[in-house]
């Protein structure tokens, strides 16, 4: 006799948060992301001016990853498209605050 097998219950989809910045860039993130902790220790370690710039770099780009894992390289194409072909840090720093703003504000 065969035995019925069970349902896989699925899991919840989280809810991103979807955004389009004042440059055009679409994005999604984990919500999550607004109230971890890492977000503020690396927003803090790339704006420390005492540290080498390639090190601030190091931080900026650790912060990248955190929120946009396996997107990563897309949003990079995404702000260097937008920004006459270059994702500059400044660019990216620009972005990146405006998307962790938005976040906060959203869900809040």
Do not use: C
């Amino acid at each position: 006799m065969a035995e019925k097998a069970e349902k896989a219950t699925k899991a919840p989809k989280k809810k991103l948060i979807k955004g389009k910045t004042s440059s055009g860039l679409k994005y999604q993130i984990d919500p999550a992301v607004k109230d971890d902790i890492r977000v503020l220790r690396y927003m803090t370690l790339m704006n420390n001016q005492e540290l080498p710039e390639m090190e601030q770099v190091k931080y900026l780009f650790d912060l990248l990853e955190l929120i946009f894992g396996n997107g990563l390289d897309a949003f990079l194409n995404e702000v260097a498209y937008l920004h006459n072909g270059v994702a500059d840090p400044a660019s990216l720093i620009a972005e990146l605050k405006e998307i962790i703003d938005a976040a906060k504000l959203k869900n809040s």
